[in-house]
Protein backbone atom coordinates (compact mmCIF):
# COMPACT_ATOMS: atom_id res chain seq x y z
CA UNK A 1 0.00 0.00 0.00
CA UNK A 2 1.02 3.42 -0.90
CA UNK A 3 2.58 6.21 1.58
CA UNK A 4 1.51 9.69 1.45
CA UNK A 5 -0.40 11.36 -1.63
CA UNK A 6 1.47 10.66 -4.69
CA UNK A 7 0.20 10.67 -8.62
CA UNK A 8 -1.04 7.65 -10.60
CA UNK A 9 1.77 6.07 -12.32
CA UNK A 10 0.93 4.22 -15.61
CA UNK A 11 1.22 0.61 -13.71
CA UNK A 12 -1.33 1.43 -11.22
CA UNK A 13 -3.78 2.54 -14.35
CA UNK A 14 -3.06 -0.94 -15.78
CA UNK A 15 -3.79 -2.51 -12.22
CA UNK A 16 -7.43 -0.10 -11.87
CA UNK A 17 -8.03 -1.13 -15.27
CA UNK A 18 -7.54 -4.98 -14.59
CA UNK A 19 -9.12 -4.97 -11.24
CA UNK A 20 -12.59 -2.90 -12.69
CA UNK A 21 -12.80 -5.47 -15.51
CA UNK A 22 -12.54 -7.92 -12.90
CA UNK A 23 -15.49 -6.64 -11.05
CA UNK A 24 -13.56 -5.56 -7.92
CA UNK A 25 -15.47 -2.83 -6.59
CA UNK A 26 -14.33 1.27 -6.08
CA UNK A 27 -13.26 1.00 -2.28
CA UNK A 28 -11.44 -2.50 -2.65
CA UNK A 29 -9.62 -0.73 -5.64
CA UNK A 30 -8.73 2.10 -3.65
CA UNK A 31 -7.44 -0.42 -0.31
CA UNK A 32 -5.07 -2.54 -3.28
CA UNK A 33 -4.11 0.74 -4.86
CA UNK A 34 -3.29 2.86 -1.93
CA UNK A 35 -5.72 5.69 -3.06
CA UNK A 36 -8.63 7.31 -1.60
CA UNK A 37 -12.65 6.91 -2.68
CA UNK A 38 -12.44 9.69 -4.38
CA UNK A 39 -8.99 9.46 -6.33
CA UNK A 40 -10.27 5.80 -7.88
CA UNK A 41 -13.85 7.94 -9.07
CA UNK A 42 -11.73 10.88 -10.37
CA UNK A 43 -9.57 8.37 -12.38
CA UNK A 44 -12.13 6.26 -13.27
CA UNK A 45 -13.96 9.60 -14.31
CA UNK A 46 -10.73 10.66 -16.35
CA UNK A 47 -10.65 7.41 -18.51
CA UNK A 48 -13.97 6.94 -18.98
CA UNK A 49 -14.82 6.14 -22.66
CA UNK A 50 -17.57 4.29 -24.79
CA UNK A 51 -17.09 0.76 -26.00
CA UNK A 52 -19.21 -1.56 -27.46
CA UNK A 53 -19.55 -5.49 -26.47
CA UNK A 54 -22.47 -8.61 -27.20
CA UNK A 55 -24.18 -8.87 -24.31
CA UNK A 56 -27.12 -11.59 -24.60
CA UNK A 57 -26.56 -11.69 -28.48
CA UNK A 58 -26.88 -7.84 -29.04
CA UNK A 59 -24.51 -5.06 -29.14
CA UNK A 60 -24.82 -2.14 -26.24
CA UNK A 61 -23.09 1.14 -25.70
CA UNK A 62 -21.20 0.42 -22.11
CA UNK A 63 -18.60 2.49 -20.52
CA UNK A 64 -15.69 1.47 -19.16
CA UNK A 65 -12.08 2.80 -17.78
CA UNK A 66 -9.23 2.84 -20.02
CA UNK A 67 -6.13 3.18 -19.12
CA UNK A 68 -4.36 4.14 -21.68
CA UNK A 69 -6.70 7.12 -22.14
CA UNK A 70 -6.61 7.86 -18.60
CA UNK A 71 -2.85 8.17 -18.91
CA UNK A 72 -3.00 10.02 -21.86
CA UNK A 73 -5.08 12.47 -20.14
CA UNK A 74 -2.37 13.13 -17.06
CA UNK A 75 0.20 12.92 -19.69
CA UNK A 76 -1.04 16.22 -21.20
CA UNK A 77 -2.07 17.61 -17.97
CA UNK A 78 1.37 17.57 -16.57
CA UNK A 79 2.65 19.36 -20.11
CA UNK A 80 0.63 22.03 -19.22
CA UNK A 81 1.74 22.68 -15.60
CA UNK A 82 2.92 26.49 -15.27
CA UNK A 83 1.31 27.68 -18.19
CA UNK A 84 -2.14 28.47 -18.21
CA UNK A 85 -4.70 25.84 -17.33
CA UNK A 86 -6.39 23.61 -20.23
CA UNK A 87 -10.11 24.12 -19.79
CA UNK A 88 -11.31 21.43 -21.51
CA UNK A 89 -9.13 18.77 -19.47
CA UNK A 90 -11.25 19.64 -16.33
CA UNK A 91 -14.26 18.75 -18.25
CA UNK A 92 -14.17 15.47 -19.89
CA UNK A 93 -18.11 15.18 -21.08
CA UNK A 94 -17.44 18.55 -22.41
CA UNK A 95 -14.25 17.17 -24.44
CA UNK A 96 -16.50 13.99 -25.19
CA UNK A 97 -19.26 16.23 -26.42
CA UNK A 98 -16.77 17.97 -28.80
CA UNK A 99 -15.03 14.84 -30.30
CA UNK A 100 -18.28 12.90 -30.76
CA UNK A 101 -20.17 15.82 -32.62
CA UNK A 102 -16.87 15.91 -34.90
CA UNK A 103 -16.50 12.30 -35.36
CA UNK A 104 -20.13 10.99 -35.46
CA UNK A 105 -22.04 13.70 -35.82
CA UNK A 106 -19.34 15.15 -38.82
CA UNK A 107 -20.00 18.35 -37.86
CA UNK A 108 -16.61 20.54 -38.12
CA UNK A 109 -14.96 22.14 -34.91
CA UNK A 110 -16.78 25.98 -34.79
CA UNK A 111 -20.07 23.96 -35.59
CA UNK A 112 -19.21 21.38 -32.48
CA UNK A 113 -18.80 24.88 -30.35
CA UNK A 114 -22.04 26.22 -30.97
CA UNK A 115 -23.41 23.10 -30.24
CA UNK A 116 -21.88 22.58 -27.21
CA UNK A 117 -23.25 26.41 -26.57
CA UNK A 118 -26.91 25.90 -27.77
CA UNK A 119 -27.33 22.73 -25.63
CA UNK A 120 -26.73 24.68 -22.46
CA UNK A 121 -25.01 21.60 -20.72
CA UNK A 122 -21.69 22.73 -19.94
CA UNK A 123 -20.06 25.97 -18.09
CA UNK A 124 -16.93 25.20 -19.95
CA UNK A 125 -16.20 27.24 -23.25
CA UNK A 126 -13.13 27.02 -25.55
CA UNK A 127 -12.78 29.38 -28.51
CA UNK A 128 -12.30 28.08 -31.91
CA UNK A 129 -8.26 28.78 -32.58
CA UNK A 130 -8.34 26.70 -29.34
CA UNK A 131 -9.82 23.89 -30.04
CA UNK A 132 -7.96 23.70 -33.34
CA UNK A 133 -4.66 23.97 -31.43
CA UNK A 134 -5.59 21.06 -28.97
CA UNK A 135 -6.86 18.45 -31.99
CA UNK A 136 -3.16 19.53 -33.29
CA UNK A 137 -1.50 18.67 -30.21
CA UNK A 138 -3.47 15.78 -29.79
CA UNK A 139 -5.17 16.32 -26.37
CA UNK A 140 -8.12 13.95 -27.89
CA UNK A 141 -8.55 10.15 -27.20
CA UNK A 142 -9.85 9.56 -30.46
CA UNK A 143 -9.77 12.89 -32.40
CA UNK A 144 -6.60 13.86 -34.62
CA UNK A 145 -6.28 16.58 -37.42
CA UNK A 146 -6.98 13.98 -39.93
CA UNK A 147 -10.49 13.52 -39.04
CA UNK A 148 -10.73 17.20 -40.17
CA UNK A 149 -12.59 17.83 -43.32
CA UNK A 150 -10.99 20.99 -43.98
CA UNK A 151 -6.98 21.24 -43.23
CA UNK A 152 -6.46 24.32 -44.29
CA UNK A 153 -4.45 23.72 -47.21
CA UNK A 154 -5.40 27.19 -49.69
CA UNK A 155 -4.62 26.57 -53.58
CA UNK A 156 -2.07 28.97 -54.87
CA UNK A 157 -3.66 31.90 -56.72
CA UNK A 158 -3.85 31.02 -60.46
CA UNK A 159 -4.68 33.95 -63.02
CA UNK A 160 -8.72 33.58 -63.46
CA UNK A 161 -9.73 32.54 -67.08
CA UNK A 162 -12.09 35.43 -68.49
CA UNK A 163 -15.49 35.02 -67.35
CA UNK A 164 -17.72 34.19 -70.30
CA UNK A 165 -21.22 32.70 -70.93
CA UNK A 166 -21.18 29.81 -73.52
CA UNK A 167 -24.72 30.52 -74.63
CA UNK A 168 -25.72 34.18 -74.30
CA UNK A 169 -29.15 34.51 -75.67
CA UNK A 170 -30.22 32.55 -71.88
CA UNK A 171 -30.87 34.87 -68.74
CA UNK A 172 -26.87 35.51 -67.13
CA UNK A 173 -26.48 36.11 -63.68
CA UNK A 174 -25.74 39.32 -64.35
CA UNK A 175 -29.76 40.32 -65.12
CA UNK A 176 -30.45 39.16 -61.80
CA UNK A 177 -32.20 41.42 -59.13
CA UNK A 178 -30.64 42.69 -56.47
CA UNK A 179 -33.19 41.67 -53.85
CA UNK A 180 -31.66 37.92 -55.13
CA UNK A 181 -28.18 38.95 -54.85
CA UNK A 182 -28.74 40.35 -51.48
CA UNK A 183 -30.51 37.09 -50.21
CA UNK A 184 -32.92 39.41 -49.42
CA UNK A 185 -36.36 36.94 -49.65
CA UNK A 186 -36.72 33.40 -49.61
CA UNK A 187 -37.54 31.63 -52.44
CA UNK A 188 -33.96 31.75 -54.44
CA UNK A 189 -32.48 28.69 -55.46
CA UNK A 190 -28.56 27.57 -56.39
CA UNK A 191 -28.61 24.03 -58.58
CA UNK A 192 -26.08 21.62 -59.22
CA UNK A 193 -25.21 17.71 -59.91
CA UNK A 194 -22.72 15.73 -57.96
CA UNK A 195 -21.94 12.99 -60.09
CA UNK A 196 -20.87 9.51 -58.94
CA UNK A 197 -18.35 7.31 -59.96
CA UNK A 198 -16.91 7.07 -64.16
CA UNK A 199 -19.46 4.16 -65.57
CA UNK A 200 -22.18 5.25 -62.94
CA UNK A 201 -25.75 7.09 -64.90
CA UNK A 202 -26.96 8.05 -61.69
CA UNK A 203 -26.35 11.42 -59.92
CA UNK A 204 -27.32 13.71 -57.17
CA UNK A 205 -29.29 17.28 -58.10
CA UNK A 206 -29.08 19.17 -55.27
CA UNK A 207 -30.83 22.34 -54.45
CA UNK A 208 -29.54 25.26 -52.12
CA UNK A 209 -32.43 28.00 -50.84
CA UNK A 210 -29.74 31.30 -51.17
CA UNK A 211 -31.25 32.93 -47.86
CA UNK A 212 -31.71 29.96 -45.18
CA UNK A 213 -29.51 27.02 -46.74
CA UNK A 214 -32.20 24.94 -46.86
CA UNK A 215 -31.24 21.84 -48.91
CA UNK A 216 -32.74 19.30 -50.66
CA UNK A 217 -31.58 16.55 -52.90
CA UNK A 218 -32.95 14.10 -55.05
CA UNK A 219 -31.34 10.71 -56.56
CA UNK A 220 -31.86 11.33 -60.61
CA UNK A 221 -31.61 7.68 -62.75
CA UNK A 222 -29.20 9.89 -65.15
CA UNK A 223 -27.97 13.42 -66.02
CA UNK A 224 -30.32 14.25 -69.24
CA UNK A 225 -32.32 17.17 -68.35
CA UNK A 226 -35.72 15.79 -68.95
CA UNK A 227 -34.65 13.86 -65.69
CA UNK A 228 -33.76 16.80 -64.30
CA UNK A 229 -37.30 18.41 -65.14
CA UNK A 230 -38.86 15.92 -64.00
CA UNK A 231 -38.20 16.55 -60.39
CA UNK A 232 -39.13 19.77 -60.78
CA UNK A 233 -42.42 18.83 -62.61
CA UNK A 234 -43.24 16.09 -59.60
CA UNK A 235 -42.58 19.12 -56.97
CA UNK A 236 -45.21 21.46 -58.32
CA UNK A 237 -47.88 18.53 -58.89
CA UNK A 238 -47.23 17.35 -55.39
CA UNK A 239 -47.09 21.52 -53.87
CA UNK A 240 -49.85 22.89 -55.85
CA UNK A 241 -49.16 25.88 -58.39
CA UNK A 242 -49.59 28.49 -55.44
CA UNK A 243 -47.30 26.95 -52.65
CA UNK A 244 -44.37 26.01 -55.62
CA UNK A 245 -44.58 29.38 -56.97
CA UNK A 246 -43.88 30.54 -53.48
CA UNK A 247 -41.03 28.56 -52.22
CA UNK A 248 -39.51 28.40 -55.98
CA UNK A 249 -38.98 32.32 -57.07
CA UNK A 250 -35.81 31.49 -58.94
CA UNK A 251 -32.98 29.08 -59.51
CA UNK A 252 -29.52 30.11 -60.56
CA UNK A 253 -26.92 27.31 -62.22
CA UNK A 254 -24.75 26.75 -64.37
CA UNK A 255 -24.27 26.18 -67.88
CA UNK A 256 -23.85 21.85 -67.52
CA UNK A 257 -26.09 20.50 -70.44
CA UNK A 258 -28.49 19.13 -67.94
CA UNK A 259 -29.40 22.64 -67.31
CA UNK A 260 -29.64 23.94 -71.26
CA UNK A 261 -33.54 23.37 -71.51
CA UNK A 262 -34.51 27.05 -70.76
CA UNK A 263 -37.66 27.52 -71.93
CA UNK A 264 -39.02 23.20 -71.03
CA UNK A 265 -37.41 23.78 -67.43
CA UNK A 266 -39.02 27.14 -66.87
CA UNK A 267 -42.81 25.89 -68.06
CA UNK A 268 -45.05 25.28 -65.52
CA UNK A 269 -46.78 21.72 -66.00
CA UNK A 270 -50.01 24.23 -65.67
CA UNK A 271 -49.41 27.14 -67.57
CA UNK A 272 -46.64 29.95 -67.91
CA UNK A 273 -43.30 30.39 -66.19
CA UNK A 274 -42.87 28.52 -62.65
CA UNK A 275 -39.82 30.56 -61.96
CA UNK A 276 -36.70 32.28 -62.95
CA UNK A 277 -33.52 31.11 -64.45
CA UNK A 278 -30.31 32.57 -64.24
CA UNK A 279 -26.59 30.86 -65.61
CA UNK A 280 -23.68 31.51 -64.24
CA UNK A 281 -20.60 32.58 -66.40
CA UNK A 282 -18.55 29.64 -67.56
CA UNK A 283 -15.44 28.47 -64.86
CA UNK A 284 -16.87 30.81 -62.41
CA UNK A 285 -18.14 28.20 -59.65
CA UNK A 286 -17.99 30.61 -56.79
CA UNK A 287 -21.15 33.12 -58.12
CA UNK A 288 -23.50 29.73 -56.83
CA UNK A 289 -20.73 29.60 -54.25
CA UNK A 290 -23.38 28.51 -51.54
CA UNK A 291 -24.37 25.24 -53.22
CA UNK A 292 -20.87 24.77 -54.04
CA UNK A 293 -20.13 24.64 -49.93
CA UNK A 294 -22.98 22.06 -49.14
CA UNK A 295 -21.82 19.52 -52.59
CA UNK A 296 -18.52 19.95 -50.52
CA UNK A 297 -20.46 18.71 -47.25
CA UNK A 298 -22.23 15.84 -49.21
CA UNK A 299 -18.79 14.59 -50.11
CA UNK A 300 -18.11 14.15 -46.72
CA UNK A 301 -20.73 11.04 -46.56
CA UNK A 302 -20.81 10.16 -50.18
CA UNK A 303 -16.79 10.74 -51.45
CA UNK A 304 -15.75 10.86 -55.22
CA UNK A 305 -16.24 7.24 -56.51
CA UNK A 306 -19.03 6.81 -54.56
CA UNK A 307 -21.87 4.67 -57.16
CA UNK A 308 -25.41 6.87 -56.46
CA UNK A 309 -27.23 3.79 -58.69
CA UNK A 310 -26.52 1.56 -55.01
CA UNK A 311 -27.03 4.61 -52.58
CA UNK A 312 -31.11 4.77 -51.54
CA UNK A 313 -33.47 7.64 -50.95
CA UNK A 314 -33.43 6.67 -47.23
CA UNK A 315 -29.42 7.17 -47.28
CA UNK A 316 -29.92 10.11 -49.32
CA UNK A 317 -32.59 11.74 -46.76
CA UNK A 318 -30.81 11.22 -43.66
CA UNK A 319 -28.21 13.34 -45.39
CA UNK A 320 -30.15 15.81 -46.55
CA UNK A 321 -31.80 16.39 -42.52
CA UNK A 322 -28.31 16.63 -41.35
CA UNK A 323 -27.40 19.33 -43.43
CA UNK A 324 -30.52 21.34 -42.69
CA UNK A 325 -30.03 20.87 -39.08
CA UNK A 326 -26.56 21.81 -39.33
CA UNK A 327 -25.72 25.09 -36.83
CA UNK A 328 -24.02 27.67 -39.82
CA UNK A 329 -21.51 30.78 -38.63
CA UNK A 330 -23.78 32.81 -41.25
CA UNK A 331 -26.89 32.43 -39.72
CA UNK A 332 -25.64 32.78 -36.23
CA UNK A 333 -25.21 29.48 -35.01
CA UNK A 334 -28.97 28.92 -36.42
CA UNK A 335 -30.23 25.47 -38.80
CA UNK A 336 -31.20 26.42 -41.86
CA UNK A 337 -34.69 24.78 -40.66
CA UNK A 338 -34.48 27.26 -37.27
CA UNK A 339 -33.41 29.99 -40.03
CA UNK A 340 -36.72 29.35 -42.01
CA UNK A 341 -39.08 29.62 -38.71
Known amino acids: ?44 GRGECDVVHKVNGYLRDLKEYSAEKGQQIHDRNQETRGRPSMKIGSDIKYANFLEEK ?67 KLPSIEDRPEAVNQRAEFGHWEMDLVVGCSGSKAALLTLTERQTRQEMIFKLPDKRAASVRA ?23 DNGS ?67 GYPRRILGWKTPLQAAS
Not at 14 to 25: F, N, Q, W
Not at 150 to 167: A, D, F, I, L, M
Not at 231 to 253: A, N, P, Q, Y
Request: glycine share 6%; charged share 30%; proline share 2%.
Open 102 to 168: ILKDRFSPAAALAAARASGLFQTSVSVNTLYSYIDKGIFFKLTNKDLWVKGHRKKKTEQPERRNVHP
Open 1 to 44: MGTGYHHMTRDERIRLDALRRAGVSVAECAKQLGFCRQTIYNEL
Open 258 to 324: EFLEYDKLRQSIRDGPRFDIYYCHSYSAWEKGTNENHNRMIRRWFPKGTDFGKVTKRQIAAIQDWMN
Open 231 to 253: VFDRLERDMGRKRFRERFRSITT
